[in-house]
């Protein structure tokens, strides 16, 4: 019975795929994805290390707004919070080199006045496949800004 169930399977395999050869497909389809993956996650790793310089950014636009205001004067607050912003940075192991930090009065420098810190990192993607090859800039330029109310009531030290 056994034999007879074998002669008519190979007989209807004959029948219905002759012609048809598979070998080679596994690699075939291989090939012609792995292409979409290596893009996919070079992109997720680039696009991981532009996030991470954007939450930089905004945690040293934040530590320079809050030296700044803490330091009671505009020359000592400038100097002071931009010296904070790039230390913040470079607690995140980012160059300050590549930062631009300002720290500005929205109007004037007093108690109860409104201070603004903004954080320019330039992140170097200059290793992205086809970023060169298409003639664009290979720095992705990521901001933030942070903004506080000098002390209103702190007592000069």
Do not use: N
Request: charged share 20%; proline share 4%.
């Amino acid at each position: 019975m056994s034999s007879l169930l074998s002669r008519i399977c190979r007989i209807i395999q004959r029948r219905w795929c002759r012609g048809i050869k598979e070998e080679g497909q596994a690699y075939v389809e291989f090939l012609l994805v792995m292409p979409l993956y290596i893009v996919l996650i070079v992109g997720a790793t680039y696009f991981g290390r532009a996030w991470y310089a954007k939450i930089a950014a905004e945690v040293a636009a934040y530590d320079g707004t809050r030296t700044a205001i803490e330091a009671m004067g505009e020359p000592r607050g400038t100097w002071q919070g931009i010296i904070a912003a790039r230390q913040t940075l470079a607690g995140f192991y980012l160059d300050p080199a590549h930062a631009d930090v300002r720290v500005v009065p929205v109007d004037v420098w007093g108690r109860g006045q409104a201070v603004r810190c903004d954080v320019r990192y330039r992140v170097d993607l200059s290793g992205v496949p086809l970023i060169e090859l298409i003639g664009a800039d290979p720095t992705l330029p990521v901001w933030a800004r942070g903004v506080g109310q000098v002390e209103a009531y702190k007592s000069a030290w």
